[in-house]
Nanobody, 125 residues
Framework: QVQLVESGGGLVQPGGSLRLSCTAS????????IGWFRQAPGKEREGVSC????????YYADSVKGRFTISRDKAKNTVYLQMNSLKPEDTAVYYC??????????????????WGQGTQVTVSS
């Protein structure tokens, strides 16, 4: 059974940091690209970051460039999203997912599947 489980969310003050984890079970995550998305109340799900499986190239939304870093731990079958200098506008439920096919746009959630249950990130003083 293919499953992705996100963890690491929580409440943090503006300027703080969190590290989100996306752990896979039932398949080797190293063979897949992985995307992080977020969805705030009343807003559409948006692509935050993506890590390819082929060449390790990365994608970051403009809103998180320079603050977020995506990485992979092959031994733990886990992908991380390190989030620094967090802002209130980063508040959302964060999800990880894998592409449905070989061709995808990292910012387009419709290109991804096997969604995890999400983890809540709240940035507030």
């Amino acid at each position: 059974q293919v499953q992705l489980v996100e963890s690491g969310g929580g409440l943090v003050q503006p300027g703080g940091s969190l590290r989100l984890s996306c752990t896979a079970s039932g398949f080797n995550l190293d063979q897949y690209a992985i995307g992080w998305f977020r969805q705030a109340p009343g807003k559409e799900r948006e692509g935050v970051s993506c890590l390819s499986s082929s060449d390790g190239s990365t994608y970051y939304a403009d809103s998180v460039k320079g603050r977020f870093t995506i990485s992979r731990d092959k031994a733990k079958n886990t992908v991380y999203l390190q989030m620094n200098s967090l802002k209130p506008e980063d508040t959302a439920v964060y999800y990880c997912a894998i592409p449905l096919g070989g061709s995808y746009y990292p910012e387009r959630s419709a290109d991804f599947g096997s969604w995890g249950q999400g983890t809540q990130v709240t940035v507030s003083s």
